[in-house]
């Protein structure tokens, strides 16, 4: 008869949980997202280069020199091998040159600030890399606000952006520290009060994917999540003419309600925005009267 074993269930407990995943990181649907997830798989590969067989000559040695095992060469006063030596040396300071030197050039390749003109990023045309599509973000609690200051219009907790146009992201928080990430978009880029963070990213497949912050910023941190809706160009520009109709102004006395906590805020959208209300947040005086000084980066 044969009993149930607890350890087997533990066992495939990890199996489970990685049910949930999509693998959105290393299938992701934007250039930078894409170099990214590549850089991912590559490093990983190279340090299973080392990891693997560490692992199989541990079980192997293991087994060979078990106490059980008197076939086994005993050498009680062995010490030394130079050939052993250099392989056990060599190999992972090879790997680490290598990853090394990925990591350098993609850093700088990768950068987010750099414009997408340098990274060979599929685009619409090459027209579209010098007019990128640009989005004020601005993290609140708890919710993002996204300022299309060409467009004149700002949504709430949704964001759209036409593919195969270049975005420049310029990112900021009205009080605490979050981090702004769009998975199939690129990486997580830090959104920091009193100070502005840039992204350049591209979406290259139309759909609808997951933003949220990925940074713990209080109470509502779990429900500050959005949509990053990926258009067609025409489809895009009907969005934004419908953005214009039947919707409220975003002033800086309306910016003062909409920045009180709140927790999972619905979509919402402004007809409008004040020209220098993303200067004021980022300078910290959204305030009617408040004078405000130089923009911060």
């Excluded at 990181?25 to 190279?46: C, D, E, W």
Aim: proline share 6%; charged share 15%; with cysteine.
């Amino acid at each position: 008869m044969r009993y149930w074993n607890p350890l087997r269930a533990l066992a495939l407990l990890p199996c489970l949980l990685l049910s949930g995943c999509d693998w959105v990181v290393l299938h992701p649907f934007g250039a930078i997202a894409k170099q990214q997830g590549h850089l991912i798989v590559v490093s990983t590969i190279l340090m299973l280069l080392i990891v693997i067989p560490v692992l199989a000559m541990t079980l192997s040695f293991a087994w060979r020199y078990r106490a059980s095992n008197a076939k086994a060469t005993y050498r009680p006063d062995w010490d030394h091998s130079t050939s052993l030596e250099l392989l056990i040396w060599s190999a992972p300071l090879l790997i680490i040159i290598a990853l090394g030197a990925i990591t350098w050039i993609s850093t700088h390749t990768l950068d987010p600030y750099r414009p997408l003109d340098a990274l060979k990023a599929p685009v619409a045309d090459k027209a579209a890399c010098a007019t990128p599509l640009v989005v004020e973000v601005v993290a609140l609690d708890w919710k993002w606000l996204f300022i299309y200051p060409e467009q004149g219009i700002a949504t709430v907790n949704e964001l759209v952006a036409p593919v195969n146009v270049p975005i420049r992201f310029e990112i900021t928080s009205s009080s605490v520290m979050n981090s702004f990430y769009i998975p199939a978009l690129a990486g997580q880029i830090y959104a920091m009060p009193g100070m502005q963070t840039e992204l350049n990213a591209v979406i290259n497949h139309a759909g609808t994917y997951e933003g949220f912050s990925a940074n713990y910023s209080g109470a509502g941190f779990s429900g500050m999540h959005f949509k990053f809706h990926a258009l067609a160009q025409a489809d895009f520009d009907a969005w934004v003419r419908q953005g214009h109709v039947g919707a409220t102004s975003l002033s800086r006395a309306e910016y003062q309600h909409l920045a009180r906590p709140s927790e999972r805020e619905p979509v919402h959208r402004y007809a409008g925005v004040d020209s220098d209300l993303y200067a004021a947040i980022l300078n910290q005086c959204t305030q009617t009267d408040a004078a405000c000084g130089a923009m911060s980066r």
